[in-house]
């Protein structure tokens, strides 16, 4: 199948140009300011903008967590996902406490083939447990398999948060394999103590959620994840940085060259953790981890983000209706599982209130939600850019196209959306996944499978070309 984009702005994280692109079998095959060539589709991109599709590195798909499990499946979260734009993902792959990574790996490979995606999905290793199931061994083998981060809790105490000793050694397995260390940080000890302090106090309404874990837990633990690292030598990317005393030791960090990334969140940089005072247990929409911050809080974020202190912005969708999972009225915040929604408006919102708004530039944009993940994360060049033998994942982008965000006409599977009524101004138009339209005009034009498993390259290499690699 042949496509020609034309007359598009084309903006990579480094180019801002007006041309056409040609697509055959699904990667870029020819750039050029009027291409003289027929394919078998047109799309007409005057007016519009062509960027490269974005990437969330930050899922949890059917996760198992909290006592109860997400309600989007890789059909119904990829689908979501391509209707905002984002043409890959990086879920999860949790080691289930107890068994091997080999085990975890089957389950999710499960997954995908029962729901199949319609945009390229690749896996973390959420390692939990280094003592009863998972051995150093396994873990050094998972490269080979295309798994080329190692995610670890530094919280949740008591369900997936590991100590220092299995978080050290697996930082030493990803410096010899040529992995990267992702890490939820928090002091999960120190929370641990605080909430149930805050529970026997009689305080378990959700705002206490916020109140029970002090930005300083995600500093200390921010900060001991990067001291620990530089030690074993390892990459580091720490995810959803939500406030500015754990954006700090990140900049401190970067500032003396070492090896460390942080990424936030579309939520932590618009909700404050004023939403979880809303009225009727309605508060308990935002309970996920890290708590929203004071708002004060969004501006430092944005700043990181445009002084290249923060490198990413994903969406840690982790969707649980409300109030069937979420829970309401006599339920305590404690036991409400952790997470929130928002896979499909991460484009929305950056783009409307950071491009729009002149935050951010458009280049800035494209770096954030796709090329930086795919450089980080062992997808560039094949995914992350629009150049000669790319993956053709693509997105034209209409910048004048006004919508309404709220859950009545969202794609996932959950019953809220966390930015329920913002008014946005950008939508995709349409959404290519290696040359194959996914979504047009609003209508799913894609099917499930249309999305494949990517195996990714090992941290610092770069992951060819489909054609290259081939031959
Ligand atoms: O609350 C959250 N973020 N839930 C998902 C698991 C995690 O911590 O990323
Ligand atoms: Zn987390
Ligand atoms: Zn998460």
Redesign the pocket.
């Known amino acids: 199948m042949s496509v020609l984009i034309k007359g598009g702005r084309i903006i990579t994280a480094s180019d801002d140009y007006v041309g056409d692109v040609y697509i055959e079998n699904g990667a870029v095959s020819m750039i050029g300011a009027a291409l003289d060539v027929t394919a078998e589709k047109t799309i007409d991109a005057t007016g519009k903008i062509v960027m490269p599709g974005a990437i969330d590195p930050h899922t949890h798909i059917e996760m198992f967590f909290g006592g109860t499990t997400t309600c989007d499946d890789f059909t119904s979260g990829t689908v979501a996902a391509a209707f905002g734009g984002t043409t890959s993902l990086i879920d999860f792959c949790m080691q289930a406490p107890g068994t091997s990574f080999a085990q975890a790996l089957e389950n999710y490979h499960e997954k995908i083939e029962r729901c199949p995606p319609v945009i390229d999905v690749g896996f973390h290793i959420g390692v939990t447990d280094l003592r009863e199931g998972g051995t150093l061994e396994d873990l050094a083998k998972l490269p080979d398999e295309g798994v080329t981060s190692y995610k670890l ?1 530094m919280a949740y105490k008591g369900a997936v948060m590991v100590d220092d000793e299995t978080l050290f050694k697996t930082m030493q397995v990803a410096r010899d394999t040529g992995g990267l260390i992702m890490v ?1 940080a928090e002091n999960g000890d120190a929370i641990d103590l605080i909430v149930k302090e805050t529970v026997a106090a009689g305080k378990t309404d959700p705002i206490w959620h916020a109140l029970s874990r002090p930005m300083e837990t995600e500093a200390e633990a921010t900060n001991r994840a990067i001291q620990l690292a530089h030690v074993a030598d390892a990459p580091l990317y720490v ?2 940085v939500s406030c500015l005393p754990a954006v700090e030791p990140i900049a401190l960090a970067r500032e003396k060259g070492w090896k460390v990334w942080g990424e936030t969140c579309t939520q932590y940089l618009f909700i404050d953790e004023s939403a979880l005072e809303k009225p009727d247990w309605e508060g308990a929409k935002y309970i996920y ?1 890290p708590p929203p911050r004071p708002k004060e809080h969004q501006q430092h974020l944005w700043n990181a983000l445009v002084g290249d202190v923060l490198s990413a912005v994903s969406t ?1 969708h982790c969707p649980f209706n409300w109030p069937d999972q979420k829970g309401v009225n006599g339920r305590e915040f404690q036991v409400v599982p952790n997470g929130g929604p928002g896979i499909e408006n991460r484009l929305h919102m950056l783009w409307t209130f950071g491009v729009r708004e002149g935050r951010i530039t458009p280049n800035r944009f494209v770096e954030l939600v796709s090329t930086n993940v795919a450089k980080l994360f062992g997808l560039y060049p094949r995914k992350g850019t629009i150049a000669p033998g790319s993956d053709a994942d693509i997105v034209v982008w209409d910048p004048d196209k006004k919508l309404t965000i709220s859950a009545a006409t969202h794609h996932t599977n959950i019953n809220y959306n966390l930015f329920e009524g913002t008014e946005v101004t950008g939508a995709p138009e349409v959404v290519l996944v290696r040359g194959q339209v996914i979504v047009e005009n609003d209508e799913l034009v894609g099917k499930p499978g249309d999305g494949q498993f990517v195996k990714r390259a090992r941290f610092g290499e770069e992951l060819l070309p489909a054609a290259k690699a081939v031959t």
Request: proline share 0%; charged share 15%.
């Open positions: 809790f939820h995810v959803h981890t840690d």
